[in-house]
Each structure stands twice: as structure tokens, then as C-alpha cells.
């Protein structure tokens, strides 16, 4: 399989290194570099991990075209990541939603690059990075430019890293820009159309092949659904991958149906939990904190069986354009941190979610209100289960050494996109698609329409109790009105109800307090303390039981017990 690694010598460590000096590269074995008549070289991956001659040529012979020449991925919404060197300057770059993976270690004057984590480990050297787990126990997610190893960063997504003797500097590579939008009837005609275009990109297949859906039964897979009826006429196959009550398989079936789409139906269980979790870590070398990781696998594995080549996801709409229930108290945080602290506080010990515990007492304005409701383990539940050194970790914030954007509502979307879609949604996604050797693409967080969301003022995204108010709008005439007027709290996979039953034995196992001990991150009996209130019914922490799962088999794979990683 194709890669994208190599290392960059530099000749001293970052504090001895003479501005001007020299700097040399030895791309990895896997890597194919190209060349177009002179000295710069580049490699490209596109969806799927594909290597990409004819792209990776064009980027040789203009190194700073990446946008234009990455232009069809950037319309559909599809993962890529790639490498340009010139002039003794390494540029690596990303797509702007996680779905391509690129690490880089600086050690000893010089700089190694892979897209897969392991190329960079150092068996029997590798220590966690305590930040990123104590980010890992409050939000099941892993933030943007940081992985759980010390010694490894992430490219954070939708950035460039530009590496020389002189150092390593890092720039946007797709900005979204601080310009207000226009008017709301203009906006909404530029959504409509451009959404239109970004399905229209993603279905750009031979006309005969067919094309894969992700299709839930909700609002944003049902007007894909339609958009690309719109955009061919050639084979659309829907994959509907829900638990055995899902209350979205009818509608998924009607929406299949009337635009013509083959319809698969999955009914998922504990033993698909059981059986993925291991291929859940191997793909994305992280912890799935996320459960819906479990659908991803079987649908993707499905889609591989059929023989299908590209597949269509909703995923990334709720992030860009305001559709998460968290979203609905946005308008409020300005107002709400206006308030003294001790009000805030004495709200919060009334609030019964521990995330809307967390937002009201939240520090630092605003921005770490809304970034507190991305919380699924409140700080009182938190410092219950911390053990070891995890006792001295602070969270890592994304936008540390960065800033926010000016705007209320463009500070917002940056929080989204870094606190979820970057750092769990996009990863894990990507990942496992490609590991069935599938391209994943997402039309609805295309770049034109993370620009678009980029522009609008927060009342266009939510209003009351209706979140992605003029995305509704604007695909109103794709969506039957049962889908429009349905009351739906999106997808879920029912962990949570596993996990008091045919998954317990498995959880028990993976959180045996010999396996915690070893992290040095929790109290030795606290997962099984937590499993134990989850199965009496005293609480549910089926999605923080679920995570550490993941986390104890990804640790297993990267800290073997016995003998290097």
C-alpha cells in the first residue's frame, strides 16, 4: 500500500540551527515522489489513501497551487493529505476535516513524517501525552495537532506545516475567512446551489458505476439522497445501519425507495461492538471514543463487499451549520457570561447534565461555554475516576498559540470544527473508510460550504428550538414534509443498552484494574466502579465506558505488556 512518510535531516536541534542552513530529505520507502521539470518534488494521497501521480506532477511543477490543483477533493468534501518539497522546504498539508491522517516527530535534527502513527513510534521510549488524555476522559475525543503519544504530533487539519533549517511554522491552508454574509434570501439561494454542486462532486462516478449512501432516515442524509438523484441517473445504494427499534429505518426505506435507490438494511448488535473494536483501533491507531464507529465499520465493510468504490455521508452538517442541541444555547452564552461567577455556579449545581454543569461554570467566556457542552464527563465525575499522573494534566485547548476569529459566530464554528468534526467525527470516519479501501466523501461540509457557514450570522443557524434553520430552508424542496416536521435526536447506537447486557463481559474485561493499573491515568477500580453504576441503572455512562474501552485496546496494541510496541 502506498504512503506518505520520509524524513527531513536538518543538521541541529531547533535552538543550534544557522538561519540559511542546509536541510535534506529521504522520502520513506512507500513514497513515490514526483518531479515536473525542475527540483520540487510532491507526493499526493486522496480518498482512500490513493496514491495520486497525476495530482502529485501538477503539485510538483506549481508547489504553491495545493488549493486549485486539490480542488475536487475541497468541492466534495473527500480526504487527502500531501508533501511538496522545494528549495530545501518541506510543506505538508491536509484536508480541513480530519479525514486524512499526517504525524510528524522532531527529534535529534530531524523530522519524521507518516500518515500512520506507528511509522513514528519509538518501541519501549514512548511515554503518553497527559494533556491530550485528560482531554480524551472529559470529551472522548483527541484534539487537533495532538495524538496520545508524547513524542508524535497530528497535523491539525485544513493546515500547512512548513519545515526548514530555519524551523517549523505552520499557516492555514484553507481559511475560512472573517467576511459577514450578505442577505439571508441571497445566502439561501448560494447554500442551495452550492450544495447541489458538492453532491454533483461527490457523485462525479462513471455513469454506470454505482455510488454508496450513508442514509439514516434524518434530515441531512435524506436531501443527499435526493441531490444526487439529481446530479445521475446511474446506480445510487443506500446503507441504513441502525439498532433493531431504530425508529429511522421506515423512513430511510420510503426515502430509498422514492428516489430509486437500492436500500441495505443492517440491524446492528453487541456482538458487532464485540467483533469491531479491534479493527476500530488497528484503522485509526486512536481510540474510537466515538460509538458510532460501530455502524461506520459495518456499513463501510458492506460497501466493500458490494463493490462499491465512493460513499456519500451527511456527517459534518451538524458541526458546520448549527444542528447539535447544544447549538440551541449558543445565542445565550454572551448574555450568560456576562453573569458574576458565583450566579453561574450556583445555576450549575441546579443543572442535571453534567456538560450544562460544566458550560455555566465555565472560565473564559463565551466560546468556553459552548466548548464546556462538548463535555460528556463533568469535572466532579472526572476527578472521581483520575488517578496517577492524570492527576496533574490540564486539557489541551485547540486554539492555544492561535486565537479565535473576531466574529461571535465564525469563533463558534471553529470551536465545532476543532472540538468534534476535527477531533473525533472526521478521524474516525476517514480511517475506517479507507482501511475498507473505500472513498469517503461529505458533501454538506464541503469547503465551499464551511465558507458559506463561515459568513452567516448565528440567528440563520438557530433560532428558537430549530437548529440548521437556513440549510432547512434552503433544501426545503428535497425534504417530504414527514422528514421536515419529525421530532429526531439524531443517530445513536445503543451502547449504553449493550453494555448492561452481552457487552458488560467484554467491558469487564478490557477495565480489569490490572489493564488500568498499567495506564497510570485512573484509579485501578474506577472504569469498573463506573460499569457497575452504568449496570444497576444508577447512571448511564455508556459512551465514557464504551471510550475507554477503546482506549484499553489501543494501549494494549501501543504499550504491549511484554517486549517494544
Known sequence: MASLSGVLRLGASPGERPAGGSALLAWGEGSSPFQAGGEAQAVVLGPARQPRGDLARAL?????GAETILRPFLQAGMGFAFAVWEGGRLTLGADPWGLQTLYYREAGGQLGFSDRLADLTRPGEEKLHLASCEHFLRYLSIPPGRTLLGGVRRLPPGEQLVISS???TSQPFIPLGDEPAGGRGEARRQLRQTAGEAAAAAADLPPGEPIGLLLSGGM??????ALLREARQGPIVAIHAGAGDSPDRGFARAMAERHG???????LTAEDARESLGWIVSSMEAPGGNASAVANCRAFALARERGLRRVVSGLGADEVFGGHRKHLLA????????????????????ASHPSLREALAAQGGPLEMHRAMYALMGEEEAARLRGGLARFAQVVRPEDGRGNPSRYPLALLQV???QWLRAALGPMAGTLAAADGLELALPLASAPMLRLSASMPLSWKVAGYTGKRLLREALRDFLP?????RSRKGFTVPVAEWLRGELAGTARELLAPGKVERWCLLEREGPLRLLGEHVSGRADWGLALWGWMTFSAWYDRFFPAEGGM
Open 60 to 64: 510538483a511543477a506549481w508547489p504553491g
Open 166 to 168: 530555519d524551523g517549523v
Open 220 to 225: 441531512d442524509s435524506t436531501a443527499l439522497l
Open 261 to 267: 435507490a437500492e436500500f441495505l438494511d443492517l440491524t
Open 331 to 350: 445565542p445565550w452564552w454572551p448574555w450568560l457570561g456576562r453573569l458574576p461567577l458565583f450566579i453561574r455556579q450556583a445555576l450549575a449545581r441546579r
Open 416 to 418: 465545532d470544527l476543532d
Open 481 to 485: 414534509r414527514e422528514i421536515l416536521d
